[in-house]
């Protein structure tokens, strides 16, 4: 380094930090501390929302669609069946997750996320907690969920679909039922899992089995009752571990 180019000797951090850099490195602290109190907040609102399951889908699906009414469907036998429901909070799939709790017995939840389009809360929430990072609303996804069911969509439903996936095959999260509604929809994305994944060896033959694949509203609510039938809701302590530590 040229001579005139060094810092005088003993002019160390905040000396030596531009005004500039400063008020960025500030602002940087002070975004550690919302993205902890939005987890805080959230983590105390939903503390006792058990047992739930949580419903993906896309944004953009009409009111009078099929995908529409089958999810709305699903999500109604769930309340009925004491199953809170927590979706995205905004329209489309979520709306009608949420709507079709909201008419059942048991809670409506939705995560709302803040964006700059297509995300606007929708009416059927009895509980809304809203969020500006999306990975502090896909952590609270996991962490209220008995189970999945994925609905179709687009780039943000894969990208929750892959994230639960991945928790479970890694072995980050409880293995809990990830039913995938809509045969037709999924089918190609499945048969790349099997003929591209599979054959080359980038997951193992039996991750397939952690994905179900079920059209009919009362069978995706029977499915999710096979699964704990045998040791009821309430969460194992190795399972409790593996969430506080996600």
Known sequence: MNEKNKLPRGM????ATPPTQAATSAR??????GIMAE???????????????????????AKDSETYRLTEEIARLLSDAGFSVVSGGG??????????????KSLS???????????????YQDISQSFR?????????VKVAAAYVVMPGGFGTLDELLEALTLIQTGKSPRIPLILVGSD???GMLDWFRDQLVREGMINPEDMDLIQVIDEPERVVAAIFDHYEARGFDRLPEEHELLLNL
């Open 109 to 123: 939840i939705g995560l709302n996320i803040q964006l700059p389009h297509e995300q606007k809360a929708n009416h």
């Open 39 to 61: 987890f805080v907040e959230a983590t105390e609102r939903l503390a006792s929302i058990r047992p739930a399951v949580s419903i993906f889908g896309s944004a953009r699906v």
């Open 12 to 15: 160390v951090g905040a000396d």
């Open 133 to 141: 990072h999306f990975f502090a609303r896909k952590y609270m996804f």
């Open 185 to 187: 929809f999924w089918r």
């Open 91 to 104: 329209p489309g799939v979520m709306e009608a997750a949420n709507k079709g709790a909201f008419e059942g």
């Open 28 to 33: 940087e602290a002070w975004r550690v501390f």
